[in-house]
């Protein structure tokens, strides 16, 4: 996925305000039974077809929300990834500003664990998701039904 200018300029100025790790030492740690928690922040749907044996979901879009609820010692070593270690990054530093003190984003993400071949979680896609068509080619099909419904009754 390309990213856009301005969200990658966003990310890369908080690189340097948030500590980084990778798939090989998150992998390491957990083979060392090292405590920490891994948190996938990645969207549902992306949870829901596999994730990190180990991980809890809190998305980027409700972390900040309930991250006090799932890990209430701000003490703990947190480690976050996403698709590719931007959203991680991102979540991260919204972290740090809440008070956590050991959070630290996972570079490569998703992407790069399964490269490595590691252990995952298979997810199982539901059969109203493989069907779904994209939303904007459902809310172009909505409309042209809606414009064929209004022309019926009129005169040409």
Known sequence: MS???????LVNGLRAKVRETNPKTVKLKMDKGTPFVLVDVREESEWNAGHIPGAIHLSKGIIERD????????????????????????SAHNLKLMGYKNVISMDGG?????????PIVEGKASKNNMNQKPAQETLSLKFTESKKRTNKGKKK
């Open 3 to 9: 990213h856009s200018p301005a969200f990658l300029k």
């Open 67 to 90: 991250v006090e609820a799932k890990i209430p010692d701000k003490s703990t070593e947190v480690i976050l990834y996403c698709g590719g270690g931007f959203r991680s990054v991102l």
């Open 110 to 118: 998703w992407r790069e664990w399964k490269e490595k071949e590691y």
